[in-house]
């Protein structure tokens, strides 16, 4: 055991004979009012950190136990069995425009020519829907609030490729402008859960990060698999790109009507 108080470690490293069977570790915590202004911290943050945890950590059991007044306890169970696939099909829910896709890759990525290679590993899992939509992007298990080079990545992939299969099938009227992110973001569902053995962040808070080694090979991979995604599923592609093209009119329509009003 080892207890610790403001920092300073109080009464040094503790062994107790132990002879059960189970193994692991308790941490016990409590926020000190000497350091923090405010430690009533709400039961949503809680549940929605855990919940986080267990969509990145497949098959892991996240139990949350909130002890109520009369000391009994609340108790909450947090577990996806198949990770981010489960959790992307939980939010499209039944009636998706199509089903959700799994794609994976490892590879071996460099940032500059002259830093060293290093691992990725990049797991993704999206959908497209008329009715909900979502962007969320992890690292190394932990949520990218910001998202930084998943975030990129997405945005050049899919607009490049939806936009290529557009052109491709003439579905562009006369002189339209082609599609933006938004169009496209209107309709999707995607978590991406990436790994690597050398992370660069933004900033201190590591809400996003910057990696150009991994930006480039989730580029790449994303493209890939829309291609072949669409081209193995003509009628998967029939309906993103009509709803694509209504997104973006509807857009247009209303960026007019504003301005009209405006005027």
Same mark, same amino acid.
């Given at each position: 055991? !080892?207890?610790?108080?403001? @920092?300073?470690n109080?009464?040094g490293?503790t062994?107790? &004979?132990?002879?059960k #069977?189970?193994?692991?570790?308790?941490?016990r915590?409590? &926020?000190?009012?000497?350091?923090?202004?405010?430690?009533?911290? &709400?039961v949503?943050?809680y549940l929605?950190t855990?919940? %986080?945890?267990?969509?990145v950590?497949d @098959?892991v /059991?996240?139990?949350?136990?909130?002890?109520q007044?009369?000391?009994?306890?609340?108790?909450?169970?947090?577990q996806?069995?198949?990770?981010i696939?489960?959790?992307?099909?939980e939010v499209? @829910?039944?009636?998706?425009?199509t089903?959700?896709?799994?794609?994976?890759?490892?590879?071996?990525? %460099? *940032? +500059? *020519?002259?830093?060293?290679e290093?691992?990725t590993?990049i797991?993704?899992?999206?959908?497209?829907?008329?009715?909900?939509? !979502? /962007?969320?992007?992890?690292?190394?298990s932990?949520w990218?609030?910001? @998202?930084?080079v &998943?975030d990129?990545?997405? %945005?050049?992939?899919f607009?490049?490729?939806?936009?290529?299969? !557009?052109?491709?099938?003439?579905k562009y009227?006369k002189n339209?402008? +082609?599609? /933006?992110?938004? *169009?496209?973001? *209107?309709?999707?569902?995607?978590v991406?859960?990436?790994?690597?053995?050398?992370?660069?962040?933004?900033?201190q808070?590591?809400k996003?990060?910057?990696?150009k080694?991994i930006?480039e090979?989730?580029?790449?991979?994303? %493209?890939h698999?829309?291609?072949?995604y669409f081209?193995?599923n003509p009628?998967?592609?029939?309906?993103?790109?009509?709803?694509?093209l209504v997104?973006k +009119?509807?857009r247009?329509?209303?960026e007019?009507?504003r301005?009209n !009003? #405006?005027?």
């Amino acid at each position: 055991q !080892l207890h610790l108080e403001h @920092g300073e470690n109080v009464g040094g490293l503790t062994k107790e &004979p132990y002879n059960k #069977k189970e193994t692991g570790t308790r941490i016990r915590w409590k &926020p000190d009012l000497q350091v923090f202004t405010d430690i009533n911290i &709400p039961v949503e943050y809680y549940l929605d950190t855990i919940k %986080r945890q267990a969509i990145v950590n497949d @098959g892991v /059991t996240f139990l949350f136990r909130h002890e109520q007044e009369d000391g009994s306890f609340e108790t909450t169970t947090f577990q996806y069995e198949n990770g981010i696939v489960d959790h992307v099909k939980e939010v499209a @829910g039944e009636d998706s425009l199509t089903p959700v896709q799994f794609w994976q890759t490892e590879r071996k990525v %460099r *940032d +500059r *020519d002259d830093k060293p290679e290093y691992k990725t590993k990049i797991n993704v899992a999206c959908a497209f829907s008329n009715k909900v939509k !979502l /962007t969320e992007y992890y690292h190394n298990s932990s949520w990218l609030e910001y @998202g930084g080079v &998943p975030d990129k990545a997405v %945005r050049n992939a899919f607009v490049y490729q939806i936009d290529a299969y !557009l052109k491709q099938n003439n579905k562009y009227n006369k002189n339209e402008s +082609r599609i /933006t992110f938004t *169009d496209v973001e *209107d309709c999707l569902i995607i978590v991406i859960s990436s790994f690597s053995n050398r992370t660069s962040y933004e900033n201190q808070t590591k809400k996003a990060i910057t990696n150009k080694g991994i930006q480039e090979a989730m580029t790449d991979m994303l %493209r890939h698999q829309l291609e072949i995604y669409f081209i193995e599923n003509p009628l998967d592609a029939e309906k993103v790109a009509a709803q694509v093209l209504v997104n973006k +009119r509807s857009r247009e329509d209303a960026e007019k009507t504003r301005l009209n !009003l #405006k005027k």
